[in-house]
């Protein structure tokens, strides 16, 4: 799984009918120090996650294991909404107001 | 199955149902020398034995989804083993 910040919304009218339903976001993908790259994806989301929150997605055949995603086109699919992230010992993200925050 | 060591932990409260009780890891791939070798990446440790720096091995792609019998889970990555020795005696 890649760790990932929810950046936008994606909305299609024209879209396979079995996408019907699907809320389908735009995440970018983040390095170990929470910095955004340059690649994006389009994930359905299975865990009620929204703009601007740090989460998990699950790609390939495995994203089709979800209640909302069973046995659609999808390959991609955020699956946590992350809390806490510690790397090497030293907590890197919180969603916690508190803790570090994620460089936008 | 690849090798790799495990370099951070992550918490996640909101989660597909099928990983409740069961924690995240960040793991380095590693190559036969354990150096480091590709990206790290996120794996699901089902059974929370997985500690910082110890080096276990993981199952990746579609597999990754049904290690446990009847709990398929939505994950592309699970480490399936912790390794306590490992010895090669491949001359490179």
Known sequence: ?104 | MNLAKVIGSLWATQKHHSFNGMKFCFIQPLNEHRQPAGKPLIAVDPDNRCGQDETVYYVEGGDAATIKPDHTMPSDATIVGIVDSLSTDHKS
């Open chain 1, 1 to 104: 799984m890649f760790l990932a910040k929810v950046v936008g919304t994606v909305v299609a009218t024209q879209k396979d009918p079995k996408l019907a339903g699907l809320k389908l976001l735009l995440v970018q993908h983040l390095s170990l120090d929470l910095e955004p790259t340059k690649s994006f994806v389009v994930a359905a989301d299975s865990v009620g996650s929204g703009t601007g929150e740090v989460v998990v997605c699950a790609t390939g055949s495995s994203a089709r294991l979800t209640e909302v995603t069973d046995k659609l086109p999808v390959d991609a699919v955020i699956m946590a909404i992350v809390d806490t992230l510690e790397i090497n010992g030293a907590i890197k993200y919180s969603k916690s107001p508190e803790a570090a925050s994620v460089k936008s």
